[in-house]
């Protein structure tokens, strides 16, 4: 992330969706290097909210600032979205990974995507997923309407033994970046825990917090019970199995 932030001023974040928790993806980066708040968006597919996000900072760069409320075009093919500033009450829930890098908060804003018809989720008549698919983020989360996006830090807490949410784990580099599901979930003969995309041995590794990937992929929660030098598999057929591991 911090190579992305050096060579192209700002890297993108994807959290994948997890059974009822829609995905999302925020920048980092964009407050660093161009003093532009930070942007999100949920609720969509993740590549196509990896390439929207990185469209506005294109943007940013160009001169088009972002201002809370405005309609900005160029963003989706033939809708508008709507600016609307983050409450800092969310932004370590939210933007685990902003805050990070910067250590504290930053000024951040999501884009608030419409329903086919043009209505946003604030209107009495948008579509459900609409609605369902895009928390606000500008209300300070104590005023959030009860659903998944207040029971995300339920979600985050570590089941984890003898892990804080906050202890950094190994994840693939495509788990970390959102780009690929966790499949393999490790807990070594050492007592630490390894998140991968792939049974094959090998490939890139990186560190995480822990909490970002419970947050992400509240599934994981279910094998918190492996003991360690064991190993749990997801299957061809979506199935789990366990087995002793080696490593």
């Known amino acids: 992330m911090v190579w992305h932030i050096e060579e192209h001023g700002w890297s993108v974040v994807v959290v994948a969706e997890e059974r009822e928790v ?3 993806a925020y920048s980092v980066g964009l407050w660093h ?4 708040p930070e942007v999100c968006m949920f609720g969509l597919r993740g590549r196509d909210m990896h ?4 469209a506005v900072g294109q943007q940013v760069r160009a001169g088009q600032t972002l201002r809370p409320g405005e309609q900005r075009w160029g963003v989706l ?3 508008p979205v709507v600016v609307r500033p983050v409450d800092p009450s969310w932004q370590e829930e939210m933007l685990t990974l902003a805050g990070d890098f910067y250590r504290s908060a930053v000024p951040a804003v999501q884009l608030v995507w419409p329903d086919r018809d043009g209505r946003f989720p604030w209107d009495a008549a948008a579509g459900e997923r609409c609605r369902a698919n895009q928390p606000l983020l500008w209300l300070p989360r104590d005023d959030h309407p009860p659903g998944q996006w207040t029971r995300l830090a ?4 570590s089941p984890f ?3 804080d949410g906050d202890e950094l784990v190994v994840g693939s580099t495509g788990v970390i970046r959102g780009e690929a599901p966790i499949v393999g979930i490790v807990h070594t003969r050492s007592g630490g825990w390894e998140f991968r995309d792939s049974r094959s041995p090998g490939g890139e590794t990186g560190l995480v917090h822990l909490r970002h990937l419970v947050t992400g992929h509240p599934h994981i929660r279910d094998f918190a019970d492996l003991p360690r030098g064991h190993a749990a598999w997801q299957e061809p057929d ?3 199995s366990r087995t002793t591991h080696e490593g």
């Open 22 to 24: 829609p995905g999302w």
């Open 33 to 36: 290097t161009m003093r532009s």
């Open 51 to 54: 390439a929207w996000v990185n």
């Open 77 to 79: 093919d033939g809708f």
């Open 154 to 157: 339920d979600l985050a807490t």
């Open 161 to 163: 033994p003898d892990t």
């Open 238 to 240: 979506g199935n789990w």
